[in-house]
């Protein structure tokens, strides 16, 4: 196996990284020269690595792609502090249409305080939840005579 030939762009900002299959795939990957804590401020990854053959991940303190993880995370799977996608997970909230996180806004809810169509929570507003605490919405099943 030969190692992947990449191309590089150098910018003021960062460095970009790509790959071009035979297949017309393209796999892109952005790295700023700014760094905190030896994690790139700003990451942002694209297609998949020809090094490992699977999705490419963006870490960053600011990570966009399909798959994210950061401090505020931006993709389709995102994992951080602060996590925005399709399906987020986050430490303090998330936004996304499936989300895991103790402050959460999305379709699927699963948090302390969330908003969404449906949800598992503490409290919050939702069209249908299960609440520890109470909630607003149409069809919420309040635990908490039960606790």
Request: charged content about 10%; some cysteine.
């Amino acid at each position: 196996l030969k190692p992947p030939k990449y191309s590089y762009t150098e910018t003021p900002t960062g460095v970009w990284r790509e790959f071009l299959y035979e297949n017309g795939q393209l796999f892109r990957e952005f790295r700023s020269h700014q760094t905190i804590g030896g994690r790139p401020l700003i990451c942002i990854a694209n297609g998949r690595n020809p090094e490992t053959g699977k999705m490419a991940v963006a870490e960053g303190i600011i990570a966009i792609g399909q798959r994210a993880r950061g401090w505020l995370a931006i993709g389709q799977l995102a994992t951080g502090v602060v996590a925005v996608g399709l399906f987020a997970t986050g430490r303090v909230s998330a936004l996304g249409q499936f989300v895991v996180a103790p402050l959460g806004i999305g379709q699927f809810s699963i948090a302390v305080a969330a908003i969404g169509q449906f949800g598992i929570a503490g409290t919050g507003i939702f069209q249908s939840a299960i609440t520890l605490f109470g909630g607003i919405g149409q069809q919420v099943l309040d635990l908490s005579p039960f606790l």
